[in-house]
């Protein structure tokens, strides 16, 4: 079974502030994807990272996937915050048509 | 142009009691997924049709989830005798195409279902 560790699992920090969240696995994917979640509401997607290495940026937001496809960051700067929320990062399997799996997620807020 | 809807948004049910829980994935739309997502947990697959066909049911946590999408569109996830542990969101997805994780999903808002 593979799995998704992710930490923090709650983060809070002043608007301003930059911060990284961490997903690390044993397995080694073929893609990671990271979702954002906010209450209420299902996830959205932020962005897929395929090659090891790979960085990819949103705005503020700056998404690395490791050498080795075992795991993956996200890193906000200046934090806002609109950012608040859940992020989940989710892996898709070597072998073929297999689900997603899900981390736990980081729960974030930023404080104004 | 309109997302993946569910309905309903709340359920409350009495332990032992069957729900039915009903997803609109986008149109057109050829892959459904169903997650479980308990407080403080992340998504966790169930279920995956591509159109009609029920391709990997091996999340359903006992016989007594059951899931259909009888014309390739409107899918239903059924939940006979509700247990308390059965308590969660419940979320659907669907995405464009034929891959069960590759594409992108697009989700819904989800249900929560409480069983009391």
């Known amino acids: 079974t593979q799995l998704l560790e992710q930490s923090p699992q709650f983060l809070s920090i002043q608007e301003g502030e930059n911060l990284t969240v961490y997903c690390n696995s044993s397995s080694v994917f073929s893609s990671l994807q990271w979702y954002r979640q906010e209450p209420g509401e299902g996830p959205v997607l932020l962005v897929t990272v395929v090659t090891g290495g790979e960085v990819k940026k949103l705005k503020r937001l700056t998404f690395q996937f490791g050498d080795a496809r075992k795991d993956s960051s996200l890193h906000i700067t200046a934090a806002q915050p609109g950012d608040t929320g859940l992020y989940l990062c989710a892996g898709t399997g070597l072998s073929g048509n297999t689900p997603l799996v899900f981390g736990k997620g980081t729960r974030l807020s930023v404080i104004a | 142009g309109a997302g993946v809807s569910q309905s309903p948004r709340y359920k409350v049910a009495k332990r032992g009691q069957d729900v039915a829980l009903r997803c609109d994935p986008i149109s057109g739309h050829v892959s459904l997924f169903w997650y479980q997502q308990a407080l403080g947990q992340g998504p966790e697959f169930l279920t995956y049709f591509q159109n009609e066909a029920q391709l990997d049911k091996s999340g359903l946590p006992s016989d007594r989830f059951f899931a259909e999408r009888p014309e390739g569109s409107v899918s239903t996830l059924k939940i006979q005798r509700t247990q308390q542990e059965d308590s969660a969101v419940y979320l659907c997805?669907?995405?464009?195409?034929?891959?069960?994780?590759?594409?992108?999903?697009?989700f819904g808002p989800g249900t929560r279902l409480t069983v009391l």
């Open positions: 997805a669907s995405s464009q195409q034929t891959s069960a994780s590759t594409d992108t999903q697009y």
